[in-house]
């Protein structure tokens, strides 16, 4: 009687020495214990999960997992065992969802996680780099052209300005010798003869303007020129042009030292001169808005589509990190095509930004990080195609 009393409150006393596994009888059937391994790590990983967060495994199941470990330590494992650790597996896949035993494990092996994000920096970087390196140079660029246009407008004036006042230059049986000797007037001084001849300083004006003018419609040339030479390099072009060749070529944009000449001949010769600075200006100010058009068009809006793209990739990864449920294999290379032909489409349609107020750019950058947008307007669109031209909305 007292042994029994003693078993009894033994076993009461240490319930835990029910999960202490002892060798089955010999007629018991019996499975390898490789059969179940993987699914045994499965079933502790999830427990070991559950029990980290707090979320509530009933007895059995966690009872059913620790059998089957001790099972599959002491090197037997029962039918019984493994259909209850099959049930455990099941039941703690339900409780953790979304959570899975490969979002686990990647979580676990930092390595292998961090390879989605080396994958969206290095994209970034790249559509990063572009995209300013070209928006810079747009920016330049566009200020250059927007000067260059300024300063061949002013020229423009000044030279009609200039023509008007000075008339056209003398020709070439008058000669300065003669006008200083016969055809003097008393009234003009020798070195406004010089400047404009035997009849002198044009009414309501005075030499001074005159000159001044002049020296004006020079440094614009001079200044048209240089912003020539520095919009080149915005289209790589780093040839010599004519007037940086020499110092003697450089002097053609320059006054004639001195002034001792007559100065509607001195406006013909600057004329001449820049008109090819002009026309070389113009040429280079039409290839770069072409060029650089095609590239705000072409280029940057799939580079702005990419760049939202790795965004939300990247706020995605670090949510699904942070809740244990990335999966280091899951790349998202559709959703990156899919965000560049986003951009190439804000890029070509014009009616995309319609009633938007913000930048084209900017709306590929939200077409990349919410593709939801984009097929949104491709519905529009076909529902458009739908009605027909004479239908109207309902």
Not at 12 to 23: D, F, G, K, Y
Request: overall charge neutral; hydrophobic content about 45%.
């Amino acid at each position: 009687m007292e042994e029994s009393t003693s078993q009894k409150s033994t076993g009461s006393a240490n319930p835990e020495a029910q999960l202490v596994a002892s060798p089955p009888p010999a007629s018991a059937p019996g499975l390898p214990v490789k059969y179940l391994a993987d699914k045994l790590e499965d079933a502790e990983l999830l427990l070991g999960y559950a029990a980290e967060v707090g979320i509530e495994v009933e007895a059995a199941v966690r009872d059913g997992v620790l059998q089957a470990r001790m099972a599959s330590d002491a090197g037997w494992l029962t039918g019984p065992t493994a259909a209850s650790l099959l049930v455990a597996l099941t039941t703690l896949a339900i409780k953790v969802r979304p959570v899975t035993v490969a979002s686990l494990r990647s979580c676990a092996k930092w390595k292998d996680a961090r390879k989605p994000i080396r994958l969206y920096g290095t994209i970034a970087i790249i559509a990063g780099c572009v995209i300013v390196i070209f928006s810079l140079l747009t920016f330049v660029s566009k200020s250059i052209s927007e000067k260059i246009t300024a300063d061949v407008e002013t020229a423009n004036t000044l030279v009609a300005k200039l023509r008007t006042e000075l008339g056209p230059p003398p020709s070439p049986a008058e000669s300065l010798t003669n006008e200083l000797t016969g055809t003097n007037s008393p009234v003009v001084s020798p070195q406004d003869l010089i400047w404009f001849g035997a009849g002198g300083i044009p009414s309501g004006l005075s030499d001074k303007d005159v000159i001044s003018d002049l020296q004006q419609f020079a440094a614009i040339m001079r200044e048209i020129d240089g912003y020539t030479r520095q919009l080149k390099y915005c289209l790589f072009d780093f040839t010599t042009h004519r007037y940086a060749e020499s110092p003697t070529n450089r002097m053609a944009l320059e006054l004639t030292p001195g002034l001792r000449v007559r100065l509607s001949q001195e406006l013909t010769d600057k004329v001449d001169e820049y008109q090819q600075v002009r026309s070389f200006g113009n040429q280079v100010v039409e290839r770069v808005t072409v060029y650089y058009g095609a590239i705000a068009t072409c280029i940057l809006p799939v580079l702005y589509a990419l760049l939202g793209t790795v965004a939300y990739l990247l706020r995605l990864y670090e949510e699904q990190f942070k809740n244990r449920v990335l999966i280091a294999g899951d790349k998202h290379v559709a959703r990156l095509l899919i965000a560049g032909i986003g951009g190439l489409v804000v890029g070509q349609f014009n009616n995309v930004t319609q009633g938007i107020t913000i930048s084209p750019f900017a709306v590929a950058f939200l077409v990349g990080y919410a593709v939801d947008v984009f097929f949104t307007f491709l519905e529009g669109l076909l529902q458009m195609f739908k009605r027909g031209p004479n239908q109207t909305n309902p």
